[in-house]
């Protein structure tokens, strides 16, 4: 593909992105993986929130330097089976952490861009372990690709990109496409984070308080909101002071202020 045209591919995208209202960082993020798992020809997509948990010398002697994952949204959610077979492989090694997640944690950060075969893991020794029977064989996996961005010491954000059942790989071509693009879009990113709550490690958001906490930034009144979420307002009230609580909020006004200085 030549340059100008890659690179126009690119802008375009950042430009419809930069459309979507605050509030709508969800929204916006489904259209970039949509749109990027139709430039790379990947089968799936997902985006993870992950945070660091332990410091000092607990993160040292962890096998993920005290990272782990908070949040994950996929383009497209796992299927029952799929759902069941990850469920029974997480019940019968619950202790093991896969050796592509200790890779890519070690390499906290950085920005970087990864392929399941670049060499950053040891292949013939993850073959042997159950995470890859049970996450990549089974699955039918045969490329996964990863995008890591930092955005804070404590906070980083990935977009994983996978390919199915066709004996093929991502090219570096493609590689080189997933990271120019997502390199441009670390702003999105921590709107992501935010939005779940991930900026306030100890707190993360439920739910319902991220549903709040998007309706929060539109111009619906508390009664509206009630309504938009189907219940009383009573109960509305309650997720609205929690949700002001783990922000630091003194109330609406407050909230806002926080999000725009954050963007």
């Known amino acids: 593909m030549p340059r100008d045209r890659r690179d126009g591919m690119i802008h ?6 930069a459309r979507f209202p605050m509030a709508d960082a969800e929204v916006a993020c489904r259209h970039l993986m949509q749109t990027l798992a139709g430039w790379l020809k990947a089968d799936n997509a997902a985006w993870v929130g992950t945070a660091r948990l332990l410091d000092g010398k607990q993160a040292a002697r962890d096998p993920m330097c005290g990272w782990r994952s908070r949040t994950v949204m996929f383009l497209n959610p796992p299927g029952e089976a799929e759902a069941l077979l990850a469920k029974r492989g997480l019940a019968d090694h619950r202790t093991e952490f896969g050796l592509t997640l200790i890779a890519t944690s070690r390499l906290a950060g950085r920005f970087r861009v990864h392929r399941l075969r ?25 490329d996964r690709l990863w995008i890591g961005t930092p955005l ?24 080189r496409l997933a990271g120019d693009t997502l390199r441009g879009l670390a702003r999105l990113q921590r709107q992501l984070m935010y939005g779940h709550g991930l900026a306030l490690i100890e707190s993360p958001l439920t739910a319902m308080e991220q549903r709040v906490v998007h309706l929060l930034l539109s ?45």
């Open 12 to 17: 375009a995208l950042w430009d419809e992105l």
């Open 118 to 142: 670049d060499g950053f893991v040891d292949m013939a020794a993850f073959r042997k372990t159950l995470h890859y029977q049970t996450f990549y064989r089974d699955l039918g996996v045969d």
């Open 219 to 263: 111009d619906k009144s508390e009664k509206e909101i009630a309504a938009a979420l189907k219940q009383s307002v009573h109960t509305t009230h309650t997720h609205i002071k929690q949700v002001y609580r783990k922000y630091g909020a003194k109330g609406r006004a407050g909230l806002m202020a926080i999000w725009l200085s954050r963007w």
């Open 152 to 175: 804070t010491p404590q906070v980083e954000s990935f977009f994983v990109f996978d390919r199915r059942n066709t004996r093929t790989r991502f090219s570096a071509a493609e590689v």
